[in-house]
């Protein structure tokens, strides 16, 4: 007669026999799989560890033909890289054929823009004069460091310790969250890809999609030694469950909000921000305190200008026809208060540049970075600097000219980019 598992005593057996004594046994509908059974189960490969960015050292040069050979390495990560990103330029492609006006609408855009910045102080006195009469405090910041100490001042007058935010690469250029972790206040990004790169302490690694770079396996670990998910589970849609049920409850509790802007309108003397998540109008509108860091390239002269800009921006950054989320700020809501911040950091010194004025009327849809072959195999992050890709090696060297001196040949000379056919704002191929 066969003895089935099951009739054997456990208290018989050696200890090490016994199942459970056996963390690795596989047990299946109450039977312990024997050893050719239980090594059937598939066994998953390592997740690829993921390559981390430029070594940045003070003021020395960055190397990123060192850490675009690291991310070539990983060889998972180059390829998912390099797809994703070629997917975007293609539903870019599919959208730009869409409307055959979209070569008049880009020279539309480039006038626009160009226009605007050969008369900045003019619109920007006009938007100023408009928004103080909407109610919102305009200020003004000649740099980082001033724009960072505007928004702690308006923040300490509010008693103000914890502040949601939406993406904003104008407050990756001033260094803003660790100036405020500096002073005690805590900034909660409520953008699922600037998030994600919060908790992994990296900085964005892509103007529109800031972890495009990382794998599932990459953020389930993260979120799994941050916000304790399960490490093995890189479902996407329980990863981003989880990160709503995370963050929401600092969302709620949040002592004020902050937001960048697209677009700047003078004659209204109001701002548009676009966004695909709503979480700029969370952070703007769920606390009574709305403050927003603007570049002073934002502005321009009228609404109907806004009609061919938000046209062009959705397009060209995703390959949709419209961001899911349009919102226009007009001023405080009853009972809040709404202030703006107007930042210059070297833009008008960029301005009197004559190979680098154009760079101003980027509009920072990123359709340069989703097509550049450098870029797209070397990863954001490569670049060490807080704007990567084309339109990085153009704007990084005019911040610091030293450190960024390597990244103006990070480029491939094939045609591909920069390319003002290819550009909304036909500035990085003017530049290039
Ligand atoms: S340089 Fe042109 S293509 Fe690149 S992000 Fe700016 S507007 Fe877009």
Known sequence: MTTTPE???SAMLHPELRVECDPDAIIRDGHRLDHAEGTSKPLLPAPEPQPRGAKVRGNRPIDQQEAAARFIAATEHEKMHDERLWDLRQKRDREM?????????RSLASAIKEHTLTH???YLGQFEANARSNGIHVHWARDAAEHNKIVHGILRDHGATSLIKSKSMLTEECGFRHYMASVGIEVIETDLGERIQQLDNEDPSHVVVPA??????????VFSHTIGTDPGNTDVHY??????EATRPLILKADAGMTGANFVVAETGTFVVCTNEGNADLSANVPKLHIASIGIEKIIPRLEHLAVLV????RSALGSPMTQYTSHFRGPRAGGEMHVVL???GRS???GLDEFWTSLKCIRCGACMNTCPVYRRSGGLSYGATYSGPIGLIIDPTFNARKYSNLPFASSLNGSYPRADLCVATCSGEAA
């Open 7 to 9: 009739r054997i005593d």
């Open 97 to 105: 054929h869409g409307i055959p006006e979209w070569e008049e609408l």
């Open 120 to 122: 900045l102080d003019e």
């Open 212 to 221: 495009v770079h990382k794998l599932r396996t990459d953020v389930a670990e």
């Open 239 to 244: 990863l981003a469950e989880a990160q709503r």
């Open 311 to 314: 046209r062009l921006l959705s």
């Open 343 to 345: 930042v210059d950091n």
């Open 349 to 351: 010194e960029r301005l």
